[in-house]
């Protein structure tokens, strides 16, 4: 069965430093992988995602992450981190189910706090 | 485009009472999901329709809770009776046909069971 571990329950950062958020993955083929971002009182959203291609993928808000296939890992990065980005971040991976219907499993996040 | 609708976005009740919550998915999308978070943890799956089949409820308790999206369109998810162990915040989420869309997320119904 697919799984994700986050292994940095909390991260304090300051202002203007940079991030690295890690995410290690289990499945058998190749994954399809996702990093979202929860702000307090809010739903999830979409920061990037790999299914093939370039390993290094682009995301909103200056976020970039790598994919590792001899690692297991989609580590997300920023080179310098903003007040604004503190919030929980969740990293999921994911197969397609057969027929085609998308299901992630979602790891037990990153919480990111920011000093000045 | 208008996104996922959520409410209410609180709600306190003693235990073995019932509660209801309700899901507007985005405009078109056929794929909605309802998942439970518990404080400290990341979301957890209960059920996943398509249109207004279910595609995946396994891990759905379902001597207690329920949903159903009749026509496929607006979702409702029950819980009936309420334990302690439901405080959680539940969120609805929704995407498109597409298998490599992302899930767009509500902001969540925050339930706390006393």
């Known amino acids: 069965a697919q799984s994700v571990t986050q292994p940095d329950i909390h991260i304090t950062v300051s202002e203007g430093a940079s991030l690295e958020l890690r995410c290690n993955y289990s499945y058998g083929a190749t994954p399809y992988l996702f990093w979202y971002v929860q702000s307090p009182g809010q739903g999830l959203q979409l920061l990037l995602k790999y299914f093939s291609g370039d390993t290094l993928v682009q995301g909103i808000k200056g976020f970039e992450a790598e994919f590792k296939r001899s690692q297991s890992s989609f580590n997300l990065r920023k080179p310098s981190v903003h007040w604004s980005d503190a919030a929980e971040y969740f990293c999921?991976?994911?197969?397609?189910?057969?027929?085609?219907?998308?299901?992630?499993?979602f790891g037990i996040g990153t919480k990111l706090q920011v000093i000045p | 485009e208008a996104g996922v609708a959520q409410s209410p976005r609180y709600k306190i009740i003693e235990k073995r009472q019932s509660v209801a919550f309700w899901c507007n998915p985005i405009s078109g999308h056929a794929t909605l999901y309802w998942y439970q978070q518990i404080l400290g943890q990341g979301p957890k799956l209960l059920i996943q329709?398509?249109?207004?089949?279910?595609?995946?409820d396994s891990q759905l308790p379902k001597d207690r809770f329920s949903a159903e999206r009749l026509k496929g369109v607006d979702s409702t998810l029950k819980i009936q009776p309420a334990k302690l162990e439901d405080s959680a915040v539940y969120l609805c989420?929704?995407?498109?046909?597409?298998?490599?869309?992302?899930?767009?997320f509500g902001p969540g119904t925050r339930l706390t069971v006393t």
């Open positions: 999921a991976v994911g197969p397609t189910r057969s027929g085609g219907y998308q299901k992630v499993t």
């Open positions: 989420a929704s995407t498109t046909n597409d298998r490599f869309d992302e899930q767009y």
């Open positions: 329709f398509q249109n207004n089949g279910v595609v995946d």
